[in-house]
């Protein structure tokens, strides 16, 4: 059994740091692809919150796997979205919408196989900040012990396909279904930020993420992509990445923001923001704009601000800088092992910092 506070709050193992790590471990590393079905229950779900796992989820189905979903859906909330169960329709799972808020609180994860079952307690929901940033706490029951309880996971399907809810199942094919009325679109659709989503992010600046601003034009150590390199759990900080890549074999993910370059004056429109999935499950944030500009060296940080849904703003903080003092202390949580660090602050605070 594992038990975890995330982020990085308190864990029993080591090897889980929070629900996200606790999922790699029941659908990715102790499944082989095509073995049984993976489960998910959760009252709120969003495009971000699966991320992680679309392309798992489509190479177990593939392989003759399968993959159940019950999420709560709601005509006046937004519970679930129809980003979200789209993609896993597509990716061939088989999806649930429970109608009303108030009906669906049970968030629990796992899978079921001829090898055992496993089973992830968690309040802790299918969603980017679910995964990430929020204080949620996460049981991890694995076979032996799912096994002494007497749980299974079809009776758990089963009993809930056999009470009184209103429960609908929503088909690609069918999108005039009553279904997709329950679910809010979180792309094309006006989303206000909670409160806890104002937040600037903290970033030490690492040689990866400057060489090329330091280069001069036409110098070797300019040439290439131009990217800040970002934590692993940037679910809940951008949009929905809903941008798969058309070319490559390793599947990414990608979303486009509008990106104010505050040092530089400058509006980028066609900011993208990249999640590899398939790759090293790292987040990059294209900065091209500031090739070549000398405005950031290692050790610097970089600021990020989240405005609105699809609204941030960039500054580079000078290490030397009387404000790199006060705001270097939020960076927090190592990122990789070469000494990047990051962190969160309210946009209200960092501006008490930057005024």
Same mark, same amino acid.
């Given at each position: ?24 471990? %029941? ?45 709560? &859906? ?55 900040? &679910? ?116 070319? &490559? ?5 990608? %979303? ?82 070469? &000494? ?16």
């Amino acid at each position: 059994m594992q038990f975890t506070i995330h982020p990085n709050v308190y864990n029993t193992d080591p090897k889980s740091k929070g629900l996200l790590h606790m999922l790699e471990q %029941a659908w990715v590393r102790e499944q082989n692809a095509g073995e049984g079905t993976f489960y998910i229950i959760s009252g709120f779900s969003n495009y971000n919150g699966g991320v992680r796992f679309y392309e798992t989820f489509k190479h177990h189905i593939d392989n003759g796997g399968s993959c159940v979903a019950f999420l709560g &859906g709601s005509t006046s909330q937004r519970l679930s979205s129809q980003q979200v169960v789209e993609q896993l329709l597509e990716v061939g799972c088989k999806v649930y919408i429970i109608n009303r808020k108030r009906l669906l609180h049970a968030k629990l994860y796992g899978y079921s196989s001829e090898k055992g079952e496993s089973l992830v307690i968690s309040s802790g929901n299918f969603t980017g900040p &679910g995964m990430s940033q929020n204080i949620e706490a996460s049981l991890y029951l694995q076979s032996k012990h799912v096994q002494e309880m007497g749980f299974s996971w079809e009776d758990v399907a089963q009993s809930f396909l056999k009470q009184n809810w209103d429960i609908y199942e929503p088909q690609l094919k069918d999108r005039k279904h009553p279904s997709w009325k329950l679910l809010y679109d979180e792309v094309s659709g006006t989303v206000k930020l909670e409160d806890e989503q104002e937040v600037t992010m903290l970033i030490t600046l690492g040689a990866a993420d400057t060489a090329r601003i330091q280069a001069n034009p036409g110098e070797k150590s300019g040439l290439g992509s131009q990217y800040f390199w970002l934590s692993k759990d940037s679910y809940d900080f951008f949009p929905a990445l809903t941008i798969r890549n058309d070319r &490559g074999q390793k599947a990414t993910y990608s %979303a486009v923001i509008n990106m104010n370059y505050v040092d530089l004056n400058l509006i980028d429109k066609e900011c993208r923001v990249t999640f590899e999935a398939e790759n090293n499950l790292d987040f990059r944030l294209g900065t091209g704009k500031l090739r070549y500009t000398k405005i950031a060296k290692a050790g610097d940080l970089a600021a990020i601000s989240r405005i609105s849904d699809y609204d941030y703003e960039l500054r580079i903080i000078k290490q030397e800088s009387d404000t790199y003092t006060h705001l270097s202390p939020f960076a927090i949580n190592f990122i990789g092992h070469l &000494g990047k660090k990051f962190g969160y602050i309210s946009n209200t605070e960092f501006n008490k910092f930057i005024s």
